[in-house]
């Protein structure tokens, strides 16, 4: 391997980053945090933007064309990096990121098998109850705002799924947004 390699960016390395972008503007919407009472922390927010990175790493992974599973990979990526910089910025120390980062991974993995098996099964009470536990950090039974974020969340899902993966290659892609008067799903 020359030196050059070392500075070579990752096929779809920019896109990732995009599409990544995408998902964080998605779930930074108000309406998450007023109409549904995500709380506004650290948590609230990781798993507000991890639902969203989920809903898009299922979308691509799924594509009949393999770059959608580099691309997924991608914002994947794109993901960890900036959790690693959030953290450093927040003056976490350098001797425990790593670890901090690895919680963050499995915590993320973990949440997004359970998004997606509902998701695939059209269960929206499984993943009511999946974010009900994740989201509110709650038990027992979900109540409203879990079913309208589900909705929210099946709805992106569906809308992702009629995308192309064209423009997600260059980065581009739209998450619908919230509705604010949808019924429990």
């Known amino acids: 391997m020359g030196l050059s390699a070392l500075f070579r960016r990752k096929p779809h390395e920019r896109a990732g980053f995009e599409l990544y972008g995408a998902a ?4 930074r919407t108000p309406w998450f945090f007023d109409a549904l009472a995500v709380p506004d922390s650290l948590d609230g927010r990781f798993d507000l933007v ?5 809903l898009l790493i299922r979308r691509l ?5 393999p770059r959608g599973a580099v691309l997924a990979q991608a914002v994947f990526d794109a993901m960890f990096a900036d959790m690693d910089i959030n953290l450093r ?3 976490v120390s350098d ?3 790593g670890k901090r980062v690895k919680r963050m991974w499995e915590a993320f993995h973990g949440r997004a098998q359970a998004y997606e098996a509902a998701i695939d099964a059209g269960d929206g009470a499984a993943l009511a109850a999946a974010l009900h536990r994740n989201v509110w950090r709650a038990e027992g039974e979900p109540g409203p705002a879990a079913h309208r974020l589900a909705g929210h969340a099946l709805r992106a899902a569906a ?7 064209e423009p997600m290659l260059r980065g581009e892609t739209r998450f619908p947004a919230p509705e604010e008067t949808a019924d429990a799903a």
């Open 24 to 27: 964080v503007a998605a779930a």
């Open 50 to 54: 991890g639902l969203h990175v989920a």
């Open 61 to 65: 992974r799924t594509d009949s064309d």
């Open 95 to 97: 001797l425990t990121v």
């Open 159 to 165: 809308a992702l799924a009629t995308q192309p993966l």
């Open 89 to 91: 910025e927040m003056g």
